[in-house]
């Protein structure tokens, strides 16, 4: 390889390490914020950012309708003096209880399933650090449409890649440059 050939590798590899470096420190941010919400959100039930899921008592029984679990979440909510739309009930058959959860805020309602009875009120700390884990968080507090996730998701999923391929031909090429500098 002639001279002028291995001008240009270092070069580029200098260009690369300028590259790498500077996307490298804003991006800093979002990799911690994305890696601490991860963590989080694997152990979310081991660190109760999940409320426990409570259980009926009753063993046997008809379950009262879904849409009497949503009067009854509405109603619960009502007292607290928050909103009331409803975004999905999780029901659990196998411990005889509903989750309500609503769309403005991150309280969930555990209901009974055969009675109706309210068996907790508690606040969904996971959800919002899902929400911050995936950037929809600032979709969630302004437009609603899914915008900031998007360009959240593709600007650190892009930095991510061209980071690890930059830190590969940083690695890579010096150790080639000087393979061939000694030939």
Do not use: C
């Not at 002639?2 to 790498?20: D, E, G, N, P």
């Not at 909510?77 to 309500?100: H, N, S």
């Not at 009974?112 to 969630?140: A, C, F, M």
């Not at 959240?152 to 991510?160: D, H, V, W």
């Amino acid at each position: 390889m002639s001279s002028s050939q291995i001008q240009q590798k270092v070069k580029a590899v200098r260009l690369f390490r300028t590259l790498h470096k500077w996307m490298g420190i804003p991006l800093i941010v979002f990799f911690l914020l994305i890696g601490i919400t991860s963590i989080l959100l694997a152990w979310k039930k081991k660190v109760e950012l999940l409320p426990p899921t409570q259980k009926t008592q009753i063993e046997n029984g008809t379950w009262i309708l879904p849409s009497e679990m949503v009067l009854i979440g509405e109603e619960e909510m009502r007292k607290l003096g928050r909103e009331t739309e409803v975004d999905r009930i999780d029901i659990r058959p196998d411990k005889g209880i509903a989750k309500v959860t609503f769309k403005s805020h991150f309280s969930e309602v555990q209901i009974d399933g055969y009675s109706g009875e309210v068996l907790s009120i508690s606040t969904r700390h996971s959800d919002w650090i899902e929400k911050l884990h995936d950037g929809s968080i600032v979709d969630y507090y302004t437009t609603g449409d899914e915008g900031a996730k998007l360009f959240y998701s593709t600007l650190t999923s892009i930095g991510l890649i061209f980071l690890a391929l930059s830190g590969f031909y940083l690695w890579y090429y010096p150790k080639l440059i000087r393979r061939l500098k000694s030939k």
